[in-house]
C-alpha cells in the first residue's frame, strides 16, 4: 500500500519541536516525542502516531513510578509495567486497563489514551486502514497538551524541592509579608495531596535541626498551612506535631502555628491524649508573653480548649489559664455560666501561689486592664476565692515583690471589687477566714485583724474601679508594711 501523501502541500504545517519540547516534562518522552514531531513534520503520519504512542505511554510509566509510594493504583500499575518493561513487552492495554479508576488522570486524558491505543494499532499493523494528517496531527497535539506537558503534581520529586527551597532560599521576604501564604500554596501544589503527609512530616522531623534559615521557612509554611483550615491537613498537622512525635518544652513555635487553626488540637486519637497533653502543657509553661503576637496566639487556643466540649485536653487548659491570668483573655473563663468557672477560680489561686505569678497578676492591674477590667473579676469570684487570692498577693509581697508590695501598702485600693469580697467573707464567716489565715501560715490572727491592717480602706482613698492610682507607682515600700506579716510567721 503506498504512503499516504498530501495533495495540498502548500497548506501542511509543521509542527514547532523546539518550542513544543520546552513543555515536555519526562526526558525519556521527549526523545521519543521528538521522533514523533519529525515525522509528522517529514508527512510519515503513521510513524508519528506510533511514536507518539511511545511518548506519552511511556510518560504514563514514569508518573506511575514517581507516585507509587503514596497511591495503591499507581503502585500496582508502576510494578506491572516495569515488569513487562524488562521482558520487552508490550505494555499499552495494562496501561488503559488499571488507569481507568485511576484519579490522576481526569476523563479526558482516559479517552485520549484509548483514541491513541487505537491509533497506534492501526497504524503499526497491515490493518489497511489509513492515518491521514488531521488524525495524526490531532494525535501529536492532544498528546502533548493532555499528558507530557501536564506536570503531573509530584510525590517524592515535590518533597525534595521543598525540603531543598527551605534549606537554600529564602522563601518568605520580610519585605513581602502578603505574598506568603501564596508562597505556601504554591509549595504545596508541587506535591499531590497523597504526598502532603510525607511533606509536613519530613519539614517537621527536620524543624530541630535545620539552619536558622529552614527553621524560619518551615514554621512560616507550616503556619501558612495550619491556616488552610482544611481538615485533611488539620489531620496531617496533628499527627506530625503532636502525635506522632514530643517536641520539647521550648518549642514555642507551636503555638503559633496551631493558632491558625486550633481545631488541630481535635483530631489526635483518645489514645495518644495524656501524652498530647502532657507534651502540649509543657510548651505553654515555657511560652513567653511577651508581645501582642504572641499572646493572641495562646488566646486562640485558650479559648478552643476552653469551649471544647470533650474536656480532653485538662493539662492543657489548666497551663493556658496560668498563662493568660493577667490578660482580658482569662475573663471568658471568669463567665458565670462557664462550665469552667470552678476550674478558673481554683486556678487563680493556686497560680498567684507562686511570688511571681502573682507580682504578674498585680502588674496587670498597673498596666494592661482596662476600665471595669477588676470589677467583672470581682464580680466573678466568690468571697473565699477572693481572700485567699489577697492572702497569695500579701505573701508576693512580703517576698519583695513591688507590684504585690504597693496594692498591701494602699490596702488593695487598686482592686476594690476584688478587696470587697475579700471583706465580705470576714464579716459573714470570720471563723471560715481565720481558718484560711492559719492554712496560709498567719497563725494567731483573726479577720478582724487582717481587715484592720490590709484591707480596710484608708482615709484618704479614691474609690477608683480602674485600677491603681498614680501614687502606686513612687510609694514607698518601707518594712513596717509588712510587720503583722512577720508577727504572723513567727508566731509558727
Not at 502555628?257 to 481535635?266: F, N
Request: some cysteine; hydrophobic content about 40%; aromatic content about 10%.
Amino acid at each position: 500500500m503506498q504512503p499516504h501523501i498530501p495533495t495540498d502541500t502548500d497548506n501542511f504545517i509543521p509542527f514547532d519541536l523546539e518550542k513544543m519540547l520546552l513543555e515536555v516534562h519526562n526526558e525519556e518522552s521527549r526523545s521519543y516525542f521528538t521522533e514523533a514531531v519529525n515525522c509528522f513534520n517529514a508527512r510519515a503520519f503513521r510513524a508519528s502516531v506510533v511514536m507518539m504512542a511511545c511518548a506519552v505511554f511511556d510518560d504514563i510509566r514514569h508518573k506511575a513510578a514517581d507516585f507509587a509510594q503514596f497511591d495503591g493504583t499507581a503502585r500496582t500499575l508502576a510494578q506491572k509495567l516495569e515488569s513487562v518493561r524488562k521482558h520487552q513487552g508490550s505494555y499499552e492495554n495494562d496501561v488503559l486497563n488499571l488507569t481507568d479508576n485511576w484519579g490522576k488522570l481526569d476523563i479526558e486524558q482516559q479517552r485520549y489514551l484509548k483514541h491513541l491505543y487505537e491509533a497506534r494499532n492501526q497504524a503499526a499493523h497491515a490493518s489497511g486502514c489509513m492515518i491521514g494528517e488531521d488524525e495524526a496531527r490531532r494525535m501529536i497535539a492532544n498528546g502533548h497538551a493532555r499528558i507530557l506537558s501536564v506536570r503531573f503534581i509530584s510525590a517524592m520529586h515535590g518533597l525534595a524541592e521543598i525540603l531543598h527551597k527551605m534549606t537554600n532560599v529564602d522563601m518568605y521576604p520580610a519585605a513581602l509579608p502578603y505574598g506568603h501564604e501564596h508562597t505556601t500554596r504554591d509549595e504545596l501544589s508541587l506535591c499531590d495531596p497523597a504526598a502532603h503527609w510525607e511533606v509536613i512530616n519530613a519539614i517537621v522531623a527536620n524543624h530541630e535541626f535545620g539552619s536558622p534559615r529552614f527553621k524560619r521557612n518551615a514554621e512560616i509554611f507550616l503556619r501558612w498551612v495550619a491556616n488552610e483550615q482544611n481538615s485533611q491537613l488539620q489531620k496531617y498537622l496533628s499527627l506530625t506535631l503532636l502525635e506522632r512525635r514530643t517536641l520539647p518544652p521550648s518549642s514555642s513555635w507551636l503555638i503559633e502555628i496551631i493558632a491558625q487553626d486550633p481545631a488541630i488540637l481535635g483530631r489526635h486519637s483518645q489514645k495518644s491524649n495524656d501524652s498530647v497533653d502532657a507534651a502540649l502543657a509543657a510548651i505553654i509553661n515555657e511560652f513567653s508573653l511577651d508581645d501582642e503576637e504572641r499572646e493572641f496566639a495562646l488566646r486562640e487556643i485558650f479559648y478552643w480548649v476552653l469551649n471544647d466540649g470533650t474536656g480532653r485536653l485538662r493539662l492543657t487548659l489548666d497551663a493556658c489559664i496560668r498563662k493568660m491570668l493577667a490578660t482580658e483573655a482569662f475573663l471568658r473563663a471568669l463567665g458565670a455560666d462557664h462550665p469552667h468557672l470552678g476550674r478558673a477560680k481554683s486556678m487563680l489561686v493556686s497560680a498567684t501561689y507562686d511570688h511571681d505569678r502573682a507580682e504578674t497578676f498585680a502588674s496587670a492591674a498597673f498596666e494592661r486592664w482596662n476600665p471595669g477590667h477588676e470589677r467583672i473579676i470581682g464580680r466573678s469570684l466568690d468571697q473565699e476565692t477572693a481572700f485567699r487570692l489577697v492572702l497569695n498577693l500579701c505573701e508576693a509581697g512580703r517576698a519583695g515583690r513591688p507590684r504585690s508590695q504597693s496594692l498591701v501598702k494602699f490596702h488593695f485600693s487598686g482592686m476594690p471589687s476584688i478587696r470587697q469580697k475579700a471583706i465580705a467573707l470576714v464579716d459573714s464567716d470570720p471563723g471560715r477566714a481565720e481558718m484560711l489565715l492559719e492554712d496560709a501560715e498567719w497563725i494567731g490572727y483573726s479577720g478582724e485583724e487582717f481587715f484592720d491592717l490590709y484591707l480596710k480602706p484608708l482615709p484618704d482613698e479614691e474609690d477608683d474601679e480602674f485600677g491603681p492610682g498614680p501614687g502606686y507607682e513612687s510609694a514607698p515600700h518601707g518594712p513596717e508594711m509588712f510587720a503583722f506579716l512577720k508577727k504572723a510567721v513567727s508566731a509558727g
